[in-house]
């Protein structure tokens, strides 16, 4: 199976310019807790809830005034959309992560793939269960 068989299309997406409020009000109105962050068409960083408060509202900014720049993830892990499922369970699995943004053979981003993806779509719960206990450890021990 493919990721693009399981994948999430419906995304959306923001711009590093955009302020954290703007962000934040997409969040809540389309239900989600994370937004690929384009300049251009290129995706250049992810904004999670997480983000918003650790990097922002826990440092005292504005978030009627902060660009998401200023709170964004810059460590984008990306999966093709023709790439396996086990891949994006490896990529997970390494890298600490719930989301991957897939990519289309340009490197336009077209979706997301998620733990819960893998966990109600790909019908491999043994395979979830290994990720989530990797991914839910305990951050404090992660070396930056």
Not at 9 to 37: C, F, K, S, Y
Not at 47 to 59: H, Q
Not at 70 to 78: F, G, L
């Amino acid at each position: 199976m493919k990721i693009r068989d399981i994948m999430t299309r419906a995304i959306h997406m923001v711009r590093a310019t955009q302020t954290l409020q703007e962000a934040a009000r997409i969040m809540r109105e389309q239900d989600v807790g994370m937004l690929p962050v384009l300049n251009g068409s290129d995706v250049v960083g992810i904004l999670t809830d997480r983000d918003i408060v650790l990097n922002a509202v826990a440092n005292g900014l504005n978030p009627q005034r902060t660009s998401i720049s200023d709170a964004m993830s810059r460590n984008v892990i990306t999966v093709h959309e023709t790439d396996t499922l086990d891949t994006a369970a490896h990529l997970m699995k390494n890298h600490r992560i719930r989301r991957l943004i897939v990519i289309d053979k340009e490197k336009h981003p077209i979706g997301v793939i998620s733990l819960g993806d893998l966990a109600t779509r790909a019908g491999a719960p043994e395979l979830t269960e290994r990720i989530v206990e990797v991914v839910s450890e305990d951050r404090s021990q992660l070396h930056h």
